[in-house]
C-alpha cells in the first residue's frame, strides 16, 4: 500500500492472496467430485468461483492503490457474488434454480420454498442473522454501485455548514483515509468469502455422496 508499513493492513491483505487459493482449491475439489460428473450446480459455483476470484484481485489492487471509491463499490460486489450464491439452499431444487439461473433467469424473480422472492433485501434480512454487519454495510455500499451522494461525500471533505467552507479531494486516490477503515473493509471482504466458501464446500460435500452410473 502506498507510503504506509501498517502490518495490520499487511496481514489482512495476505489472508485475502490466501482466500484467493482456496476458492481455486475448492473449485478443483468440486469438480473432481462424483467421479467429475457435471450438474448445473456445478456451473452456477464455477460462475461465483470466477467472479470471486475476479473480485478479489482486483480488490486487492484497489487497497492497494487507496482506491477507496472503487474498493468499497467492490465489496459491494463481492457480498453480492456470496449472498446470491446462497440463495440456491433457499429453494427446493437447487439444480432448477442453477439451470434457471444460467439460463437467464433474474434471481430475483426466482421463489424460495416458502414462496417468497429470492430479491437482495429478503437474502440480506435472512444471512444476517449469519454476518452481523451485513444490513448496515450492505444499504451503505449500495451507494458507490450508483451515482449518488455517496460519491459526493467522498470528494467533498471537512464541510462546514456554518461558514460553507469545504475541502475537495478530486482525486482517484484517499491516502487521507485512516488506517483502520481500511483494515474493517478487507475484514468484510474476507468475511464474504469464507461465507462464500461455506456454501461451495457445502454442495462439494454433497455433490461427492451422489452416485454417478459408470
Known sequence: MKNTENTQLLKWLSIL?????????????????????????????????????????????????????CSRALLRTHIDT???????????????????????????????????????AHLIECRSHELRWLPVVYQTLSGYV??????????????????????????????DMPEPAWVEMVECFHDCTVYFHKFLRSWCVKKSSIKVAS
Do not use: Y
Not at 449472498?83 to 424473480?109: C, L, N, P, T
Not at 471533505?157 to 456554518?162: A, P, Q
Open 17 to 69: 492472496d490466501r482466500d484467493q487459493k482456496l476458492t481455486i482449491t475448492i473449485t478443483g475439489e468440486m469438480l473432481r467430485a462424483a467421479a467429475g460428473a457435471i450438474f448445473p450446480m456445478d456451473m452456477f459455483a464455477i460462475a461465483a468461483s470466477k467472479r470471486c476470484l475476479a473480485t478479489n484481485k482486483a480488490f486487492i489492487q484497489l487497497v492497494n492503490d487507496q482506491n477507496l471509491v
Open 82 to 120: 456470496a449472498v446470491r450464491f446462497s440463495a440456491a439452499w433457499f429453494v427446493d431444487d437447487g439444480q432448477k434454480f442453477a439451470s434457471d439461473v444460467i439460463a437467464g433467469e433474474r434471481i430475483d424473480k426466482i421463489k424460495d420454498a416458502n414462496g417468497k422472492r429470492l430479491t437482495d
Open 146 to 175: 450508483h451515482l449518488s451522494a455517496s460519491h459526493f461525500h467522498s470528494a467533498v471533505r471537512d464541510l462546514n455548514d456554518e461558514t460553507r467552507q469545504f475541502n475537495l479531494a478530486i482525486t482517484p486516490d484517499d491516502s
